[in-house]
């Protein structure tokens, strides 16, 4: 089971984390990712964390957003700062094993002044 959280109302140029809680231990979860799906189209990869320390991200949000793995806490993490309006969306947290993908619920992130 994985539950997001973090998501919001924020103006441009601000930060917002996003968690997504594992119910498991997110060392043992090969690849995980954060995908969001703006309003009215598609759901796209932004991050993704594959062990045992690979990390990639979409063009537009290099630089900009950070994915990493709290395994203390069995949390995967997304900051995001320098948001931008075309950020706003709704934002996923997905963990890959073998053939099983398991899905969040989503979480809302809005940028508007």
């Known amino acids: 089971q994985l539950v997001e959280s973090g998501g919001g109302l924020v103006q441009p140029g601000g930060s917002l984390r996003l968690s997504c809680a594992a119910s498991?231990?997110?060392?043992?979860?090969?690849?995980m990712a954060w995908y969001r799906q703006p309003p009215g189209k598609q759901r796209t990869l932004v991050a993704q964390?594959?062990?045992?320390?690979?990390?990639n991200y979409e063009s537009s949000v290099e630089g900009r957003f950070t994915i990493s793995r709290d395994l203390a806490n069995h949390t995967l993490l997304l900051r995001m700062s320098s948001l931008k309006p075309e950020d706003t969306a709704v934002y996923y947290c997905?963990?890959?094993?073998?053939?099983?993908?398991?899905w969040g619920q989503g979480t809302p992130v809005t940028v508007s002044s």
């Open positions: 964390s594959a062990l045992p320390r690979a990390t």
């Open positions: 498991q231990i997110i060392t043992n979860i090969p690849i």
């Open positions: 997905q963990a890959r094993r073998g053939p099983n993908t398991y």
